[in-house]
């Protein structure tokens, strides 16, 4: 059987980084991308194939998708579209800028990165896309706006992708995660500082209560979560099952607001999710 082959973004920690180690472990040939030359050099020495891939640089993703195919003589079996950042603040002190900035990166890219390998996956007669959400991806969180807004936006492109992909040997996947053990919340500090003037925020001493402390403040693990190994294990089904599902939820609280959003009106999710 011809060597499976895999490119998967944002794999300088966390999530990416295990679910690059986890897929050559199991015998794929993985394109472990970053946005930065120094993270790939890293990951080279740690023995994967790895070079840049920014979401929000359009040339970097075409040099990217050319590179893997280049390198596999125009086959790519699946990608796993991992990268993403967060930027915490209230929705009312979210300027445009920010707006547009995560987007770029958590949608615009990943979409991209999508139509970009779609034909190889039509010429070859499969693929798999794997796109990972979040919990928040379906129900919200304050403090969260920005990237809840990219999360549901790629969870309804997703779901409408899938369905235009039924006629096509090619399957397109979400992974759900809840908390997991990664980077993110200290990766949003630069985009929290350079965007959010809480100062001045109607919410400012909210902002000192609650989410000042949650980014500058140590804290152990949040409850039920898990480490990135969790997502891996998912997508390894979403990849290598027969008939993967639509979607596959990690962590418990992504079950749980899973049950909640079926069964519960607006306003008692919203009393639920306030308390969280």
Known sequence: ??????????????????????????????????????????????????????????????????????????????????????????VEDLPRGALREIFETNLFGVHDLTRRVIPAMRRQGHGRIVNCSSVLGFV??????????????????????????????????????????????????????RWIDWENSARAEQYRASLLRRLYEPRGPDRFELPPSAVTARLARALESPNPRPRYYVTTPTYLMGAFRRLLPTRALDW?????
């Open 1 to 90: 059987m011809a060597e499976r082959t895999l490119l998967i973004t944002g794999c300088s920690s966390g999530i990416g980084h295990d679910a690059a180690h986890g897929m050559a472990r199991r015998g794929w040939r993985v394109f472990a991308t970053c946005r930065k030359e120094e993270d790939c050099a890293r990951l080279r020495a740690e023995g994967l194939e790895s070079f840049r891939l920014d979401y929000a640089d359009e040339e970097s993703i075409a040099a990217a998708v050319d590179e893997a195919l280049s390198r596999t003589g125009g086959r790519l079996d699946a990608v796993f579209n991992n990268g993403a950042f967060a930027c915490p603040g209230a």
């Open 140 to 193: 919200p969180m304050r403090w969260r706006g920005a990237y809840v807004a990219t999360k549901h936006a790629m969870e309804g492109l997703t779901d409408v992708l899938r369905i235009e992909m039924r006629d096509t040997p090619i399957r397109v996947i979400l992974i759900e995660p809840g908390p997991i053990t990664s980077r993110i919340r200290a990766n949003s500090i630069p985009h929290f500082e």
């Open 272 to 276: 639920v999710i306030a308390r969280a």
